[in-house]
């Protein structure tokens, strides 16, 4: 019996894999995508979503958003949430990037104001944030920083000079969680971390200067302070080697402990422990403290953003009006309170290449979203259009508040580079006016628009069924890729 054949339509753009596809399945899986969008679908990133649903503890389904593509373990697009009492935590739910995310600063500037400066503008961030394979931050730190770093999280930024107190609000889990604990981290996860903080590194990872090209909600804009016209900042980036270091211990840990504890998986890449062992707590603290590493890796590059608009522009970042509107993490495990069979329960929530999309009422927004839902970012490819979209009611009965959070790839780093022309892919965006700084061409080939889905396609599919909501459309006016 292939996947295919037994998939149901449950309303436009809304699919079910039933959980009679495998006999292991204990929820059945829900794909939200156009029908289109399906029949192109890797089989393989169908499966995994089965395979998901076949953990213990498992809650209502297993997920695959609108940017749904094949991954390690679980799809990379995929949310699954599991009971704090019977279920697991497993490091392929979260992936080797630990809180790769997305970082939107607002501007008063005009394109009437930054044309001038642009290319100035970009040559100074490129120079200003180490990018590429490898590449090293500006930053000394020392080992009891690096662990400050992992269990302060944007605190940790704060008290060094490198964010403003303002900035903590409107970082998700105000740039710290909770949970972290530096002591988990191995040393050699530490040691690559200690020279790359404050740096962009590379593959889809950018720092772009955007154009705010199209507002759909005027009274959320209005809420986000997302002004038509006006200029804006986009980062995303990570934990870095930190992340894929500590990703590489805890799958190794848990490639025992799921035989230690008998925890049945379909995929040895979905290897798990249940949530109370040992092995997942300490997987937990230590994902935790990656993710306080990534939100200051995150905090730094702003920091620079804002140093450079001052240099080039001669103004203070407080009077070009360089706030946050939010911050959001893609790959990260989250205890959370969530309706399951019509009761509030804590459940932890893997996102993998999800973004959370909190609707209205939720503590954890920000007081001044808390009306309209949390900010949703979702990065186009190089070249295209990025979207602001808001959390709904929608996304928090069926999706524990998760929405797509990019293009997702269809075309592999390996092919795209054998594929696509990096040269003639820079002359393109030269004629789109679209200005490219980068440290390598094959980083180039590797991140063509065309390796990737559609964006507008996918903020479509979220906005029609409802899990997130369009608020406005941003073009790209520089980009500088690792």
């Known amino acids: ?55 213990p503890g498992i809650a209502k ?40 995310g ?21 040559e100074g961030i490129f120079n200003n944030v180490p990018s590429g394979v490898g590449s090293k931050g500006k930053i000394r730190l020392s080992q009891n920083d690096i662990n400050d770093v992992l269990d302060l999280g944007v605190l940790w930024a704060i008290e ?35 020279p790359q903080l404050g740096s962009l590194g590379s593959g889809n990872h950018f720092i772009e200067i955007q154009k705010v090209d199209s507002i759909y909600n005027e009274k959320v804009a209005k809420t986000f302070k997302i002004d038509e016209g006006t200029i804006n ?25 799921y035989k230690k504890y008998k925890v049945t998986v ?47 522009f001669k103004r203070s970042a407080e009077d070009m009006d360089m706030n946050i509107i939010y911050d959001v993490a893609h790959n990260i495990v989250k205890r959370e309170v969530h309706k399951v069979k019509g009761q509030n329960s804590e459940v932890l929530v893997h996102r993998k290449g999800a973004t959370r999309a909190f609707g209205p009422g939720r503590k954890e927004v920000p007081s001044m979203y808390r009306n309209v839902g949390q900010p949703v970012l979702i990065p186009g ?10 959390g709904t009611e929608i996304a928090m009965e069926e999706t524990f508040g998760s929405a797509a959070h990019g293009a997702g790839r269809i075309l592999s780093r390996s092919k795209a580079k054998k594929e696509f022309n990096p040269d003639v892919i820079e002359q393109d965006l030269n004629n789109k006016g679209i200005i ?27 906005d029609k069924v409802g899990i997130a909501k369009l608020v406005a459309k941003v073009t790209p006016l520089a980009v500088t890729k690792g």
């Open 1 to 55: 019996m292939k996947v295919r054949d037994i998939i149901e339509e449950v309303r436009p753009d809304i699919w079910e894999i039933p959980s009679s596809y495998k006999k292991e399945m204990r929820v059945p899986g829900r794909l939200y995508l156009e029908e289109d969008a399906l029949s192109t679908l890797e089989d393989e990133a169908i499966n995994q979503v089965a395979n998901v649903a076949c953990l």
């Open 61 to 100: 389904y297993s997920i695959g958003l609108p940017d749904i593509h094949f991954g390690y373990g679980f799809s990379i697009g995929g949310v699954a949430a599991f009971s704090n009492r019977t279920g697991i935590i497993s490091p392929g739910g979260v992936g080797f990037d630990i809180n790769c």
């Open 102 to 122: 997305v970082r939107m600063i607002k501007t008063n500037l005009t394109e009437d104001d930054i044309k001038p400066k642009l290319k100035e503008l970009i």
């Open 160 to 194: 060094n000079g490198y964010a403003w107190d303002e900035d903590l609000e409107f970082i998700e889990e105000n740039g710290a969680m909770s949970e972290a604990d530096s002591s988990k981290v191995s040393n050699r996860a530490k040691q690559r971390g200690i």
């Open 233 to 257: 900042v986009m980062i995303h980036t990570g934990s870095r080697g930190c992340g894929h270091q500590v990703c590489s211990d805890y799958l190794k840990l848990m490639d025992k402990a």
């Open 266 to 312: 379909p995929d040895r890449q979905l290897a798990s422990a249940p949530c109370d062992s040992y092995e997942a707590q300490d997987y937990f603290k230590a994902m935790s403290a990656v993710a306080n590493y990534a939100w200051v890796n995150r905090q730094i590059i702003l920091h620079w953003i804002r140093e450079t608009f001052e240099t080039v």
């Open 381 to 390: 490819t190089m070249g295209t259009s990025s979207y602001v979209l808001h």
């Open 436 to 462: 490219l700084k980068a440290s390598s061409k094959p980083v180039v080939a590797e991140e063509s628009p065309q390796a990737y889905k559609n964006v507008d396609q996918i903020v479509r599919t979220l």
